[in-house]
């Protein structure tokens, strides 16, 4: 399992939980939770695979993911006293998370030979619309629509692979793609940054 | 036509009712009703449809769901009065169908190649996210994820399936896996099973 | 550009301009009020396509419409103070608009080999349900289920579309299914005509 492969493992998993947790505070029962756990982990990279279409969506096709998911059921019953302790490393994971998936998005996007800025819609759609298909789900106005700003943390890390991709190698571009990803959204969280629209 | 397609064609037709009185419920017009029918009787197939990908799903390559959901539209109106009375019969209707759904579900999955665990899930799927969604477009948090249990029986019905199917022949693991969810719902609610999550 | 491009483009950005202001009201920021207005223009298509299934939906292949509906961003920031002076300019291209697109969507079913129902079903669901996702995404119940009669004036346009195309020309069917939207829905507001179900 290279390095990859485990971010997007660990991101996933960390996904997972915090759509568990969502599904206890609005008092979901097991399959409940479940569900909310299932699609803030995988539910933004479906919407990319279906809207790009013609297949199965990627989770369909390697049973890990379902497994992963499922492993956050029994976790979060062991973690419960000490999830607030685990507070900074979730953010750390969720973050490398977000900002891997958007750079798997963007390539999965334009291995169909869709444009570059198709891709990073996409890219942007795999990373963030997960959380909000938990909270249409939930019947809650998606977070990410006022206050969150990790959508253009997303854009920014989005744009930047393309651009690192294109003049240096790939690997240097996912490094520098997840690094703006964090940077901004720790930076936004920090200093509130909040990019309103008021016309 | 066999008792497969007649279970099938009465399930969407009960389905497709209790669609229409949930937006006869929630003050919803002709076209509104008619929605929600027709995304609780076919809502679960459809979103199957989706994830698996590649073809126009289900309903439309078969006009005659189209038709049955409509049909439910008068008949909400002829027997509005007595719509209680009826309600063991719709509880049937509505439990075989379920089942049904999950297994048929379970087969169309495993018709694409992939794999049982994944079309345990869409068996799932199949039967009960037709509710999920008509309650997202009614802004109610769905049903599903804090009382009804019956996703579990589906979960229930669908294994025993898979493995009536492997050991002994189809149409024995079809009764199986009906009954068992038909046994399983009228339990749970006698019994007020609940499926509980709090860690 | 021809006439029916012409329709097509300012129908979008007409649309894109009523789900950015739909997301002002509600508050959301810059992410926020983009995903409204794209969902609000483009969503019924996508939908469409999805449900068709087979291959990307239709503006991942043409970029224009993603960039007609950045344009509304600015845009509505320049008209903000005309905004009601402009109001009937905007029910024009609207009324047009959900017309064309109920009359694209058919064409675009039908060219998939799928029936002339289910066509029309795909033209009322491409000219209204990109209504339909805003509302759910801004966790309203979609106002199309209550008020608003445009379902039925597509469905009006649509079927004469079709009567239209097979006796006499396309184009005089895409004139004729046009006006009947405009005029159903001119009558509709100012008789307040709605279509009421309550067995």
Redesign the interface.
């Known amino acids: 399992m290279n390095l990859i492969t485990f971010i997007d493992y660990a991101g996933t998993f960390v996904f997972a939980i915090s759509g568990v947790l969502a599904?206890?505070e609005?008092?979901?029962?097991?399959?409940?939770?479940f569900?909310?756990g299932f699609v803030t982990a995988v539910g933004g990279g479906?919407l990319r695979?279906?809207?790009?279409?013609?297949?199965?969506?990627g989770w369909?096709?390697n049973?890990i993911y379902?497994y992963i998911i499922m492993a956050a059921?029994p976790t979060?019953?062991v973690i419960?006293n000490t999830i607030l302790e685990l507070k900074k490393s979730f953010f750390l994971f969720d973050t490398i998370g977000i900002g891997l998936f958007t750079v798997l998005g963007i390539q999965k996007t334009l291995s169909?030979g869709?444009?570059p800025?198709?891709a990073v819609?996409m890219g942007v759609v795999s990373a963030v619309f997960g959380g909000?298909i938990r909270d249409?789900?939930?019947?809650?106005?998606?977070l990410?629509?006022?206050?969150e700003?990790y959508?253009?943390a997303c854009l920014a890390g989005g744009v930047l692979y393309l651009v690192c991709d294109y003049f240096y190698t790939e690997n240097f571009a996912i490094i520098v793609s997840i690094l703006t990803v964090i940077v901004i959204r720790i930076l936004a969280i920090r200093y509130k940054w909040?990019?309103?629209?008021?016309?």
């Open positions: 599904g206890v609005r008092k979901f029962d097991l399959f409940g939770v569900i909310l479906t695979d279906m809207l790009i279409g013609g297949t199965p969506v369909m096709k049973e379902v059921l979060c019953y419960k169909f869709l444009s800025l198709i819609m909000v249409v789900l939930s019947t809650q106005v998606p990410i629509f006022r206050k700003i959508a253009f909040s990019v309103p629209y008021n016309p």
